[in-house]
Antibody, heavy 122, light 108 residues
Framework: QVQLVQSGAEVKKPGASVKVSCKAS????????MHWVRQAPGQGLEWMGW????????NYAQKFQGRVTMTRDTSISTAYMELSRLRSDDTAVYYC???????????????WGLGTLVTVSS | EIVLTQSPGTLSLSPGERATLSCRAS???????LAWYQQKPGQAPRLLIY???NRATGIPDRFSGSGSGTDFTLTISRLEPEDFAVYYC?????????FGQGTKVEIK
């Protein structure tokens, strides 16, 4: 069965960086894009970007350009999202979600991780 | 960037009633790449509908999606107790991917 297992909760100080991992199992890791979405407390969903695990190509939301880096390690079927220069308004639950994306069909976000709470506080 | 506006913000209904949720896009959604998600408190979102009208795997047939271009609708034909949640639409036809602000379906 498909699973996306994320790393545990983090508490960071303003200005620091955080790196969240998302380990995939139950499917071919390189066959699906991996997206990152965040949700601030009591707020809606905000898309951050994606990585193609096969090629390593990334696409980031403009809002996060220069602060976010998405990488992957295909040997362990794991995707990573690193966010730098953290601010208090980066406090949120960060989700990874896979997407089937080929020339014929796109099925978005059919499996999600459980989320990683990142708290930014001095 | 495509802005998605969902209405109403909150829908108060009783079990067994029909729910109609709207999602309007600021410009046409490419290839009708419009999805709907359900989210319950403390849980990750769950994909319900993709491509405007295709039910995701395992989704009951009381959920249906319709629409094209800029106007889309999610209909829940008869609300079950487990359907009370927040629903988000998302467009994935262009970058950046964007979500609507959500519609909360609450028990009346």
């Amino acid at each position: 069965q498909v699973q996306l297992v994320q790393s545990g909760a983090e508490v960071k100080k303003p200005g620091a960086s955080v790196k969240v991992s998302c380990k995939a199992s139950g499917y071919t890791f390189t066959g699906y894009f991996m997206h990152w979405v965040r949700q601030a407390p009591g707020q809606g969903l905000e898309w951050m970007g994606w990585i193609n695990p096969n090629s390593g190509v990334t696409n980031y939301a403009q809002k996060f350009q220069g602060r976010v880096t998405m990488t992957r390690d295909t040997s362990i079927s794991t995707a990573y999202m690193e966010l730098s220069r953290l601010r208090s308004d980066d406090t949120a639950v960060y989700y990874c979600a896979r997407e089937a994306n080929n020339l014929i069909l796109v099925v978005p976000f059919d499996y999600w991780g459980l989320g990683t709470l990142v708290t930014v506080s001095s | 960037e495509i802005v998605l506006t969902q209405s109403p913000g909150t829908l108060s209904l009783s079990p067994g009633e029909r729910a109609t949720l709207s999602c309007r896009a600021s410009q046409s959604v490419s290839s009708n790449y419009l999805a709907w998600y359900q989210q319950k408190p403390g849980q990750a979102p769950r994909l319900l509908i993709y491509g405007a009208s295709n039910r995701a795997t395992g989704i009951p047939d009381r959920f249906s999606g319709s629409g094209s271009g800029t106007d889309f609708t999610l209909t829940i034909s008869r609300l079950e107790p487990e359907d009370f949640a927040v629903y988000y639409c998302q467009q994935y036809g262009s970058s950046p991917r964007t979500f609507g602000q959500g519609t909360k379906v609450e028990i009346k």
